[in-house]
């Protein structure tokens, strides 16, 4: 069932940081095109986020370094063009804001002005913080993102919990206050152990929304195409996978082809 337009209040970033004070959890998942976005925000998602993870699932990359700020700007232009309600949260791409705020700030200005977003997301902690703090100057509401931040693959080696030694847990609670205090409205955490982020979530005032980071946070994001069984190779203990559509739209795929090999369709009323 669909929600009513007239049903709608948009969701801002003063809502997520309400739904924290009154205890109301913050949904989010992601999209890169208009029509998928049109039906997640129809259906009352609270956040979108225009993820670099577009890099993986619409382009078929390895990674998320190789996409650009352009095809960012793309993906979040036709996901605004869809969005009634929900607040949409766009990353800034690997090398876009990375030791240089100067940079940082001029990227995330062609995020907003040239595509309509509501906010960006950066990946990392103390070490991009005058970055981010040159964007909040601007206006620009920031989102972090801190734990496994697939920007930094090739320093991790692996896409395997973060933060489970004392000291990396350390270091990720500095790096969270940090992003607090300079003004980001929410903090993603992905893929970190439940506990520790149970303890970010108490300690911080902003929502804390994770992403393999078990249910004691303010809210939780998945990747679109993973929750709907689109994508079937990734196989991580945090996903819910509520649907299979790559086993049903390659059923239907097989009965189309199999109608019209057989001469099936069209048939006379599917014609002029
Ligand atoms: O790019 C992305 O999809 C993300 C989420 C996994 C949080 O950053």
């Known amino acids: 069932m669909s929600i009513a337009k007239s049903d709608f209040k948009k969701v801002t970033t003063n809502t997520v940081q309400e739904m924290k004070r009154k205890g109301e959890k913050i949904s989010m998942l992601t999209a890169y095109d208009y029509t998928l976005a049109k039906i997640i925000d129809s259906a009352g998602i609270d956040v979108i986020l225009v993820g670099d993870s577009a890099s993986n699932v619409m382009a078929g990359h390895e990674t998320t370094l190789p996409i650009t700020l352009d095809q960012m700007i793309y993906h979040a232009s036709s996901v605004i063009r869809a969005i009634d ?9 690997f090398g876009s804001y990375q030791g240089n705020s100067k940079g940082a700030l001029s990227s995330a200005v062609r995020i907003m002005k040239e595509s ?5 997301k950066l990946e990392g902690g103390v070490e991009i913080l005058n970055s981010i703090q040159r964007i909040l100057s601007a206006g620009i509401p ?6 496994l931040t697939p920007q930094s693959i090739y320093k991790f080696g692996t896409y395997s919990v973060r933060a489970k030694e004392e000291e990396e847990a350390e270091k990720l609670l500095a790096d969270a206050r940090a992003l607090e205090e ?7 955490l992905e893929k970190i152990p439940a506990k520790l ?4 979530a108490e300690t911080l005032t902003i929502p804390i929304i994770g992403i393999g980071a078990g249910g004691d946070v303010d809210g939780q994001v998945l990747v679109l195409h993973d929750m709907l069984g689109m994508t079937h190779e990734f196989e991580p203990r945090f996903l819910r996978r509520y649907l299979n559509l790559f086993e049903s739209i390659g059923d239907a795929v097989k009965d189309y082809v199999k109608d019209v090999k ?4 069209p048939n006379s009323k ?3």
């Open 85 to 93: 309600r929900a607040l949409v949260v766009v990353d800034l791409p």
């Open 116 to 120: 309509g977003a509501h906010a960006v």
């Open 142 to 147: 920031v989102m972090g993102h801190l734990g």
């Open 182 to 188: 300079a003004g980001c409205f929410a903090l993603v």
């Open 197 to 200: 982020a149970k303890r970010v």
């Open 262 to 265: 057989s001469e099936d369709f």
């Open 270 to 272: 599917e014609q002029y």
